[in-house]
């Protein structure tokens, strides 16, 4: 059993640690097969994390590729890769 906290793939484990490390928050938010959740603290933006992903490897690229990971990295990038965020929370009205 996988203690709390941590995820129970260990390629995706060692992701979350480093975006965590970035400054993005990791909330463990078990739903059906959704592990948890990756929150920009800049924007709001998140990200879903699979429990049981068929390649853990790919999985875990994704959580460090993610736009709003990239960007906390590069205060320069903010404005122009959170675009993207910003238009889907128009259409939902936020």
Same mark, same amino acid.
């Given at each position: 059993?996988? !203690?709390?906290? &941590?995820? +129970?793939?260990? !390629?995706?484990?060692? #992701? =979350? /640690?480093?975006? /965590?490390?970035?400054? =993005? ?11 948890g959740? =990756? ?7 998140? =990200?879903?994390?699979? !429990? !049981? +992903?068929?390649?853990?490897?790919d ?9 709003? #990971? ?6 320069? #990038?903010? +404005? ?5 965020? &910003?238009q889907? #929370? ?5």
């Amino acid at each position: 059993m996988v !203690s709390k906290g &941590r995820h +129970p793939k260990k !390629s995706i484990a060692d #992701a =979350l /640690a480093d975006v /965590a490390r970035d400054g =993005l928050d990791v909330l463990e938010v078990h739903r059906g097969h959704r592990w948890g959740v =990756l929150v920009c603290t800049v924007c709001g933006a998140e =990200l879903a994390v699979w !429990s !049981s +992903p068929r390649v853990p490897e790919d999985a875990a690229k994704r959580v460090r590729r993610s736009t709003f #990971a990239t960007a906390t990295r590069r205060s320069d #990038a903010h +404005p122009r890769v959170h675009l993207r965020a &910003r238009q889907q #929370a128009d259409r939902r009205g936020a």
